[in-house]
């Protein structure tokens, strides 16, 4: 329940004694807090109308779960108030909150009554749903409402009318609906787990696939590597393999990454598996029951089809795919990603949506990779010239690169424009604006995650520019 007021005004009483002011803050920075960039210089600019962040619901993608009222100006919510974390360590002490701005996945907000504003992590376990705790707790046995000290002039002589009155105000206000509270415990429960077997396409080579084991997770990001036990070959000249799992090494890549595929996958397929031969005799049996339409026996640790969603593919779309048809292609195994590429369908896999593909030139065979239907590199033909982006003709291509001539010449077609996906909405178009602030995952060192500045627009791609690197290091991010 409520403390009793006299507690508190004794509590205040304290206060004075020993502090001058208390700013209302966010948790303490953790250990591991000290070798990470931060935000914080620009909460500041934010504040005063000079930056701008791009919302996470521009991005859809990099959605872990719904949370758009949280980001409208005028939300409430309550919160901890960390002015009295002392006053019982048995109880937290919540005050409300409302929303005055955001910056991506940040808010500013304001204390109820108070001009006290702080910033706060949209997803920590500080944020919850108005009247929450008492709605599960209700004798108030773990939570109990306090206002800000800045306040104390105005409750210390009535504070049970006071926290009544608060609440009255926020009351029939927007708020933070309760499936909040469960959707958040969901983070904490990711797709994958550390310790997971998957199968991994080669980087150096896009012709094989290695068994890999999932290191870390880390919300969306897994890191994922070969390890020497798991490789038939001599490790020690994967010294400068990436995803090889040396001492200290780090292939972090996202859950829904075109590289990785559930065990058993290049044995359905008939793709080149570099394993051992207990794992190729393992993988074989779930072919043949793949096959066979049979349920398939895994190992504890095999990561499965079930782990890797994927939206599911249009029947009709599906169909109008054909060998050689010709596309526009963002190569997700270049070291540089500032242009598209000339590209094929080169054939089709068995396992749902699944097709080979690879730029066009003479290495087109040898540097052919597996894609899904839903993917984030494929686009339609004069893509590229209608947003502005280079275009690369195919290796050795000799002359002036037009595709009506190309297509003439190689007596091929295009994939029928409507094949793709469609553009995002205007609605999310107009949530990005070039200057805009975000967090990209550097395609090339994938371990890191990198303050960055949106530099251009080029349909449904921006090209990012990391804050405090050369212009040649820019990247081209599609929005999804």
Known sequence: MIPPSYVLVFFIAFLRLFMSKIIPCDRPPAACDKETWKWDKYFHKVEKGKAKFVSPLALINSLVMDYSVCVQK????????????????EQEPRWFAIVENTCGYYI????????????????????????????????????????????KNEFEADLDSFIKKAQDEVIGKMGIKEEFEK??????????????????????NSLEIRVAHIQEVCGRRLNVTVRKRDYPRDFDELEDDRQ??????????????????PVGWAAINNYQLIANED??????????????????????????????????????KWDKLNIGQKFELLDPLSQQFKCLHVASVMSF????????????GPQAAEESFPIHFHNLCMYPMNYARKHGIKLAPPDEFVGKFKWDEYLKKQKAVPVP??????????????????????????????????????????GRHINVNFD???????????IE
């Not at 919160?79 to 974390?85: E, V, Y």
């Not at 969901?186 to 980087?203: D, I």
Request: aromatic content about 12%; some cysteine.
């Open 108 to 151: 500013l907000s304001r204390f109820v009554n108070s001009t006290d504003y702080f910033w706060t992590h949209v997803l920590s376990r500080k944020v919850h749903t108005m009247l929450y705790a008492k709605s599960r707790d209700p004798k108030l046995e773990r939570v109990f409402y306090c206002p800000p000290y800045s306040l």
């Open 468 to 478: 405090g690197w050369d212009s040649e290091f820019d990247q081209l991010y599609d």
């Open 74 to 89: 005028g939300v409430v919510f309550e919160t901890r108030n960390h002015d009295f974390d002392v006053l019982k360590k």
């Open 244 to 261: 090889a799992g040396h001492e200290g090494a780090q292939y972090w890549i996202d859950q829904d990454s075109f590289m990785m595929f």
């Open 417 to 458: 424009e409507d094949v793709f996906k469609p553009m995002p909405s205007k609605e999310r178009m107009d949530m990005i604006e070039v200057g805009m602030h975000l967090e990209a995952a550097d395609m090339c060192e994938n371990q890191l995650i990198c303050p960055a500045t949106i530099k251009s627009i080029h």
């Open 279 to 316: 794992y190729i005799e393992h993988t074989k049996k779930i072919a043949e029951a793949f096959d066979d339409g049979t349920t398939p026996r895994y190992e504890i640790n095999d990561a499965t089809p079930d782990q890797f969603e994927k939206p599911p593919v249009d029947p009709v």
């Open 349 to 360: 896999c068995k396992s749902d949506g699944y097709m080979i593909i690879s730029m066009d």
């Open 183 to 204: 959707d958040r415990h969901k983070l904490h429960r990711p797709a994958f787990r550390a310790g997971q077997r998957v199968e991994l396409l080669s980087y150096a």
